[in-house]
Nanobody, 125 residues
Framework: QVQLLESGGGLVQAGGSLRLSCAAS????????MGWFRQAPGKERECVAA????????YYADSVKGRFTISRSNGNGTVYLQMNNLKPEDTAVYYC??????????????????WGQGTQVSVSS
């Protein structure tokens, strides 16, 4: 059983930056495709970024391309989301998730078996 713990959320002004971290325990981290999802009030949970097991491939939602960067350290069992030039529409609860299948990259919520508890990101205008 994999446990995921996010940290790094908070309140920031538009144009600012935050770095989210997600520490994994209880499994073999290098075997998991990792994703960052977000859910704003009244909206569906969406995948904003994903990274393959050996970090060779990444995915970004169009809304965050050029502003967010996903990375991972298999040695530390941690995945990161660097968020720059934040906008009010980035306000949401951000979740990390692990996909234990052999898929290289995955953006469907249903493909991820393990989820963190979420961390709030609020961007003021």
């Amino acid at each position: 059983q994999v446990q995921l713990l996010e940290s790094g959320g908070g309140l920031v002004q538009a144009g600012g930056s935050l770095r989210l971290s997600c520490a994994a325990s209880g499994g073999t981290f290098s075997r998991y495709t990792m994703g960052w999802f977000r859910q704003a009030p009244g909206k569906e949970r969406e995948c904003v970024a994903a990274i393959s097991r050996v970090a060779g491939r990444t995915y970004y939602a169009d809304s965050v391309k050029g502003r967010f960067t996903i990375s991972r350290s298999n040695g530390n069992g941690t995945v990161y989301l660097q968020m720059n030039n934040l906008k009010p529409e980035d306000t949401a609860v951000y979740y990390c998730a692990a996909d234990p299948s052999a898929r290289i990259i995955e953006t469907r919520r249903s493909a991820y078996d393990y989820w963190g508890q979420g961390t709030q990101v609020s961007v003021s205008s």
